[in-house]
């Protein structure tokens, strides 16, 4: 993939997460009632999970230079992201790094996070990713550190 195409890949990512980061604070601060007001941040929590998903989606696609169905059939046959990306894997590593690095960022400028929790998040990040692209059948890809999340290129129907 050229270089101009992989920019353009990280830029959108990086926007969708922009979006979504919008999208939510305004949906927190909306609606005079607090059901209301709870009803909409689901509504934009639910949102920003879905903007990530696809951002992340277009990077692994962009990165890789396969389409999502083949690389979903491929992880449901048991194949890793790493084996599926094959001589990507590093650039693939590097790209999902700097899209989470970019997400923390955003959290510690909106105030999700602090400092120190970023730092935290951000020390052991290659590490964690690599594990991820490592595991087999996409297993926790686009899930939380606790298996809970949105389902991800390496859903098969049911959470781990």
């Known amino acids: 993939m050229s270089s101009k195409k992989r920019i353009a890949a990280v830029a959108i990512t990086i926007a969708a997460l922009s979006v979504g980061s919008v999208v939510g604070a305004s949906a927190h601060d909306n609606g005079a009632g607090r059901g209301v007001a709870k009803t909409a941040e689901q509504i934009a929590k639910h949102e920003d999970r879905d903007v990530n998903r696809a951002a992340r989606e277009a990077l692994i696609t962009s990165t890789i230079g396969l389409d999502a169905a083949t690389i979903k059939t491929r992880l449901q046959a048991g194949e890793s992201l790493g084996a599926i990306a ?67 290129m390496g859903h098969k129907g049911s959470r781990h």
């Not at 690599?130 to 949105?150: F, I, L, N, P, Q």
């Open 86 to 152: 094959g001589t990507k894997k590093a650039a693939l590593i590097t790209a999902l790094v700097a899209a989470h690095t970019t997400k923390i960022d955003a959290d510690v400028a909106a105030g999700k996070l602090t400092a120190a929790q970023a730092t935290t998040r951000k020390a052991g990040l290659i590490a964690h990713v690599t594990e991820r692209v490592d595991a087999a059948g996409g297993k926790g890809m686009g899930r939380g550190h606790d298996g809970k999340g949105d389902k991800g």
